[in-house]
């Protein structure tokens, strides 16, 4: 029984870590520009279908799948924020909302429509099959995703808090006319967070289409979750987001195991909105 | 008095179409593009006027469906009974949710109605005095007048002109009345409004309120006409997301602007559902997201805004040609 729940644990954290790698994603936008991007989730989910295709086409795994699928994202990112953020971020919030809900919608249902809505599935022996590590049991898939997710976000930590680069995002978050006195073209900066939010979209999704589900809709769900994990772990915050995303994952997998599966999003939706009616700050944030 | 000569006209033909356009489809478009300005214009109250955009209010439009169907599946009463139950249970949501939801703004206010949208999905799905994922049906075939069940669209097409009408009148008196003027003042800045001591939380709880009570009556309509609600159909995130889309693209907070916009997107999505068949369903929706795409990026104010200013364009140019002033160079 313990084992079981140790087991349950485990492989609540090793989802979350992904949880928090794509929900990293979204709070460095949201942080840095104020923009929510309500087609987070729909990035995580292209992600997706990028690794399904390198794999039906190419036969090829999670090797070449993630890194090709972060690329993929990463342009799209940029594409998105050229052609649309950087315009509607000036207009008024109805037309953020509507801007990005609609970019939503037109990702989702263009890959409804092209592939269908059948669940799909990539083979379970695709990543070596399960492990044993002192009567745990883990699936590879599951234990390679947790860790180069994690790995992933903290080097993002990294990057915006001990690189020039992180420096210059953040004089552009805190005061973009001051930093385009400095020399630091706000516009570049924001286009390089978008390239960094979605391309880590594009991996956490390659990573979990190795042992999820891939359907069009799954964006829906996933975008939920990261707005959960944003708002707990504080807007702006990647380390928030890591132990929020972390938590979130042992609590969904928790209330999988004990109360039953149809009732885990009841209670990260309800913890959602807990959040946001009573410490809309976050967890780690002021008060 | 221009003015209301052209709604007369605009009335008399909206009136006019279904004996013009006889066809049972085009009595049937015709049908829905009012059930949908309905619903759209319930959500302008508050996403329009007030500013604050729901994605989330398929929850009123479920609790007016659910209790249209409930009266009938539970007590055996005509689908009628369950509307003033219907606006009831989502006044008494609305000020519930709306409390502490009314607090957050902007985003955060979209994604908490997102979450307590898809709640309420996933706990009526697990509901089983609801009908749980098969949902509640309503009389198979009319036992009398009251079960509002016809055949025909024509029925359906004139009562919910009626209603739109009421919902339009109630909007056009709100925008007129003291609550009209505070949640204009609260659009533009909640804070200046605040300061200069009108009562935001207030106003803007009786705004949710009202444009919920007027949605769950679109929304017993709706079940009524189709004769089920299921949880897809009754509390689906897309019900949430057409209801903002058809009163952006006309014009959010404009009077008509929801009217215009549904008059636009329900012939769009019933015909391509029609040519394209079950292939059209995804295609229609990539169609919506480009076209909500477009409009924010281009056009936030909608389409009537559009057509107001090229108007008041042309007026300045047909006076300044009047007076005789020489074009510019």
Same mark, same amino acid.
């Given at each position: 029984m313990s084992f079981v729940i140790v087991q349950v644990i485990v492989g609540g954290l090793l989802l979350g870590a992904v949880y928090a790698l794509f929900s990293s994603g979204l709070t460095l936008v949201w942080g840095m520009m104020n923009v929510v991007n309500f087609a987070h989730g729909d990035f995580v989910m292209l992600g997706m279908y990028v690794a399904y295709l390198v794999y039906s086409l190419l036969g090829a795994g999670p090797l070449i799948g993630a890194p090709l699928a972060m690329l993929v994202l990463a342009t799209l990112g940029v594409v998105v924020y050229f052609s649309l953020i950087r315009d509607i971020m000036k207009g008024p919030m109805l037309a953020q909302i509507l801007g990005t809900f609609g970019l939503a919608l037109l990702l989702r249902y263009s890959v409804f429509w092209w592939f269908g809505a059948n669940f799909l599935t990539l083979p379970e022996n695709v990543v070596g099959g399960t492990l044993d590590l002192f009567g745990i049991r883990i699936q590879a898939a599951r234990l390679l995703a947790g860790i180069v997710a994690l790995v992933v976000t903290l080097g993002l930590h990294l990057l915006l808090t001990r690189t020039s680069l992180g420096s210059k995002m953040l004089a552009v978050a805190e005061d973009s006319t001051a930093a385009q006195l400095m020399g630091i073209r706000p516009d570049s900066m924001q286009a390089v967070a978008w390239a960094i939010a979605a391309g880590a979209t594009g991996l956490a999704g390659a990573l979990i289409a190795t042992f999820f589900y891939i359907v069009p809709t799954v964006g829906e769900t996933l975008a939920i979750v990261a707005f959960v994990t944003v708002s707990l772990g504080g807007f702006g915050s990647v380390p928030g987001a890591l132990v929020a995303g972390l938590l979130i994952g042992v609590i969904e997998s928790l209330s999988g195991y004990l109360i039953g599966a149809i009732y885990q999003d009841i209670v990260v939706y309800s913890l959602f909105l807990g959040f946001l009616w009573f410490r809309p700050q976050g967890l780690m944030g002021k008060s | 008095m221009r003015r209301l000569a052209w709604l007369s006209v605009a009335l008399a033909l909206v009136i006019a179409y279904p004996l013009l356009f006889s066809t049972p489809f085009q009595q049937r478009l015709g049908a829905l593009v009012l059930l949908y300005a309905i619903a759209a214009s319930a959500w302008n109250i508050v996403g329009g006027y007030a500013g604050q955009v729901s994605v989330g209010h398929v929850v009123f439009f479920g609790c007016g469906a659910y209790a249209a169907m409930g009266a009938y599946a539970h007590f055996a009463l005509s689908p009628m009974v369950g509307i003033p139950a219907g606006i009831l249970f989502s006044v008494v949501i609305a000020a519930v949710v709306g409390v502490p939801t009314l607090r957050l703004s902007g985003h955060y206010f979209s994604m908490a109605t997102i979450a307590v949208a898809e709640l309420a999905r996933l706990i009526v799905t697990n509901t089983d005095y609801l009908g749980a994922a098969v949902g509640l049906s309503g009389p198979t075939v009319p036992r009398n007048v009251f079960d509002l069940s016809f055949i025909s669209a024509l029925p359906y097409y004139y009562l919910f002109l009626a209603i739109l009408i009421i919902t339009l009148g109630i909007t056009w008196w709100m925008t007129n009345s003291r609550i009209g003027f505070y949640l204009r003042a609260i659009k533009d800045s909640e804070r200046a409004a605040r300061s200069l001591g009108a009562p935001a939380s207030r106003t803007k709880l009786y705004a949710y309120m009202l444009s919920a009570g007027l949605t769950s009556v679109a929304g017993a309509l709706y079940a009524m006409m189709f004769g089920f609600v299921d949880p897809e159909s009754g509390l689906g995130i897309l019900i949430s997301v057409k209801m903002l889309i058809m009163a952006a693209l006309g014009g959010?907070? !404009? !009077?008509f602007g929801p009217l215009v916009g549904a008059a636009i997107l329900v012939p769009l999505e019933e015909i391509s559902n029609s040519v394209l068949g079950g292939k059209g369903a995804g295609l229609t929706f990539v169609v919506y997201g480009a076209i909500i795409v477009l409009i924010a990026r281009f056009q936030p104010g909608g389409i009537l805004e559009l057509i107001n200013r090229l108007l008041a364009k042309l007026r300045k140019t047909e006076r300044t040609a009047a007076q005789g002033a020489p074009h510019a160079p």
């Open positions: - | 959010a907070g !404009l !009077l």
